[in-house]
Nanobody, 119 residues
Framework: QVQLVESGGGLVQPGGSLRLSCAAS????????MGWYRQGPEKQRELVAS???????YYADFVKGRFTISRDNAKNTVYLQMNSLKPEDTAAYYC?????????????WGQGTQVTVSS
């Protein structure tokens, strides 16, 4: 009923930038919180940033000052602008959203997009 599709990952040199996008589609009536998680090699999935419908944001300490999350409610899309990337930012990045569909509220995940930071 609800699909999240990420885009924008890739290979970038240390210090570079990438912008991730995640578009939600399907029978969506409303989206409350949207967020980005990441999972590095042999690591647990961790929250990177989240944004409420009204725009209140949260950032993990390890990305504060470097990453910016934003959303376009009209397009059901969330973005993650990543600047000053470091090798330790290398991970699969996953979009997550709390969506209201005809079957009620649900927690949905995208398929992930790989970000590799390497020279």
């Amino acid at each position: 009923q609800v699909q999240l599709v990420e885009s924008g990952g890739g290979l970038v040199q240390p210090g570079g930038s990438l912008r991730l996008s995640c578009a939600a589609s399907g029978r969506i009536r409303s989206i409350s919180r949207m967020g980005w998680y990441r999972q590095g090699p042999e690591k647990q999935r961790e929250l990177v940033a989240s944004i409420a419908y009204g725009g209140t944001t949260y950032y993990a300490d390890f990305v504060k000052g470097r990453f910016t999350i934003s959303r376009d409610n009209a397009k059901n899309t969330v973005y993650l602008q990543m600047n000053s990337l470091k090798p330790e930012d290398t991970a699969a990045y996953y979009c997550n959203a709390d969506c209201l569909s005809p079957s009620g509220w649900g927690d949905y995940w995208g398929q992930g997009t790989q970000v590799t930071v390497s020279s």
